[in-house]
């Protein structure tokens, strides 16, 4: 294979990691000033006027507390010094005008040896994919382009080898704001991947109050080292039933880490595994220092770094990332 090629390789979330896409913090603009209070909604959605795309970065803006650019700098060196540490070979984005390009996870997936683009659910941000374009095109195995119908987004898709779970809004949350991967995608998926079990997750969401809203999958779910459990977030599934079953799939109910909504909130399921005994989590001792030491207390290596300011826009370390080649083990 030429050296330029790039080869990919992904089918579970904890294997190690060689390759990935990460984000980036630089020329992030201006973010959307134009909120609504949600005390003044008429519905649960999200009125037009209101143009932010999630409950916490509203919540931020309003308190006056939404990132600067310059932490969020210092949140992605750290990031990528911590990968290059574990001899990843780090890709970032182009960088593109006043645009928000920290959250990778969302632009594509890679299923297998197969990289799937997303459609994105929030318009605004399907220029992102130009901005890794050029890396796209250099991957030596396929590339799927789904449907303008498909939409769906890479932190509602978890790889646990022969299973995917795909999250999706729950029944009575379909058409909000935060409803960001369709039913659609799921038939894509299970089409063009007849071997695999695709199973949809149905999450309940809010564009009102954030410690409800599960944005993605890997906002209530995620499995740790290799059938050694999960982290998970059970009042954020539709179905509690799946929510247990799931933990079996991770290796047992007693191997999982049930988090509460503020757990939630501050992201704590959003942790991403350089390797089986490797995970990333964020430093701040008050928002996952017990996630971190439960962690650590099974054995795992907790590589700690700052990343509370990027948690104020509802997206963590697994949302910073588009791992395009994990070893096979």
């Known amino acids: 294979m030429s050296e330029n090629l790039i080869d990919i390789s992904v089918s579970n979330e904890t294997a190690p990691l060689e390759a990935v896409i990460l984000g980036t913090a630089r020329n992030l603009g201006t973010p959307f000033l134009n909120y609504v209070d949600p005390a003044q909604w008429s519905t649960e959605i999200a009125p037009k006027e209101d143009k932010i795309t999630d409950p916490k970065s509203r919540q931020h803006l309003m308190a006056g507390t939404y990132p600067l650019e310059s932490h969020l700098r210092l949140e992605n060196d750290h990031f990528a010094r911590l990968l290059s540490k574990y001899n990843v070979k780090v890709y970032q984005p182009i960088t593109l005008p006043s645009t928000n390009q920290i959250f990778t996870r969302d632009i594509g997936f890679v299923i297998d040896d197969i990289f799937i683009k997303s459609n994105m659910g929030t318009t605004e941000r399907q220029q992102e994919f130009f901005a890794i374009r050029d890396i796209v095109s250099k991957i030596a195995q396929e590339v799927f382009f789904p449907p ?13 080898n022969d299973k995917v779970y795909v999250g999706q809004a729950g029944k ?9 991967t369709n039913p659609e995608a799921i038939q894509y998926l299970k089409a063009k991947f007849p071997h695999k079990e695709i199973i949809a997750v149905p999450l309940i969401k809010s564009d009102r109050v954030a410690t409800k809203n599960c944005l993605h999958l890997d906002c209530a779910f995620q499995p740790l080292g290799m059938n050694e459990g999960c982290i998970i977030f059970i009042d954020g599934f539709a179905d509690k039933d799946q929510a247990y079953q799931m933990m079996e799939d991770c290796g047992g109910e007693d191997k999982a880490i049930k988090i509460s909504s503020d757990q939630m909130y501050n992201m704590n399921s959003n942790i991403f595994s350089i390797a089986p005994k490797v995970i990333v989590s964020g430093d701040n001792e008050k928002e996952f ?11 795992f290596t907790v590589e700690k770094i700052p990343y509370s300011e990027t948690s104020k826009m509802e997206g963590l370390l697994r949302c910073s990332t588009l791992p395009l080649r994990r070893s096979k083990l």
Do not use: F, I, S
């Open 172 to 180: 009575g949350y379909e058409g909000l704001r935060c409803d960001r």
């Open 148 to 160: 303008k119908t498909v939409k769906v987004e890479g932190g509602d898709v978890m790889l646990l």
């Open 289 to 299: 220092g017990v996630v971190n030491a439960q962690l650590e207390e099974r054995g």
